[in-house]
């Protein structure tokens, strides 16, 4: 049974950090391309980071591009989001979704049940 | 970036009548050369995370019930479920992948008349 369980989220101030992590199970972790996506009630759902089954190939969204870091450890099964410079923007529940191949431009086949990351004062 | 609006924003079917939620792109999805559409479906119920249903626009994930179907090409797109169970009151969500960025619809909440 594939499981995706994110972990990290909390309070946050504007300018802080976090590192969100996903650890998955009932798969092989190191084929698939897997995908941080956040929701937000005003903005709904928006892609905001992939790496490909490698690590070798990476995406970000224009609004967190050099702010946020994506990697994966193959060895550990473990997806990770370092999140930097937070904004108040950046409030949301991230979910961690798997690819249904390597290649990290595809639909999503399965979610985990997501993390809050609330960045106020 | 390819706008996904889906219509109605919300939806009440009768138990054991047919619902259609419609999404349209703002430009063609299609890839000619493959002949495939890149449009999937999600279901999102209350407190979970999205569910595949449909990829490909037309291709029914694994263990999704047949009276989910997924139609359209191009630009415009069906999401038809034949006979609505009371399991099936979620929000929907349509999402392109031709594309960089990746877009979603707004979703359509659909209950139970």
């Known amino acids: 049974e594939v499981q995706l369980l994110e972990s990290g989220g909390g309070l946050v101030q504007p300018g802080g950090s976090l590192r969100l992590s996903c650890a998955a199970s009932?798969?092989?972790?190191?084929?698939?391309?897997m995908t941080w996506v956040r929701q937000t009630p005003g903005k709904g759902l928006e892609r905001v980071s992939a790496?490909?089954?490698?690590?070798?190939?990476?995406y970000y969204a224009d609004s967190v591009k050099g702010r946020f870091t994506i990697s994966r450890d193959n060895s550990k099964n473990t997806l990770n989001l370092q999140m930097n410079t937070l904004r108040a923007e950046d409030t949301a529940v991230y979910y961690c979704?798997?690819?249904?191949?390597?290649?990290?431009?595809?639909?999503?086949?399965?979610w985990g049940q997501g993390t809050l990351v609330t960045v106020s004062s | 970036d390819i706008v996904m609006t889906q219509s109605p924003d919300s939806l009440a079917v009768s138990l054991g009548e047919r619902a259609t939620i419609s999404c349209k792109s703002s430009?063609?999805?299609?890839?000619?050369?493959?002949?495939?559409?890149?449009l999937a479906w999600y279901q999102q119920k209350p407190g979970q995370p999205p569910k595949l249903l449909i990829y490909?626009?037309?291709a029914r994930e694994s263990g999704v019930p047949d009276r989910f179907s997924g139609s359209g090409s191009g630009t415009d797109f069906t999401l038809t479920i034949s006979s609505l169970q009371a399991e099936d009151v979620a929000v929907y969500y349509c999402?392109?992948?031709?594309?960089?960025?990746?877009?979603f619809g707004q979703g359509t909440k659909l209950e139970i008349k």
């Open positions: 999402h392109q992948y031709y594309s960089t960025p990746n877009t």
């Open positions: 979704a798997k690819g249904p191949s390597g290649y990290y431009g595809e639909y999503f086949d399965f």
């Open positions: 009932g798969f092989t972790f190191s084929n698939y391309a």
């Open positions: 790496i490909s089954n490698s690590g070798g190939s990476t």
């Open positions: 430009q063609s999805i299609l890839y000619s050369s493959g002949n495939k559409n890149y």
């Open positions: 490909w626009a037309s």
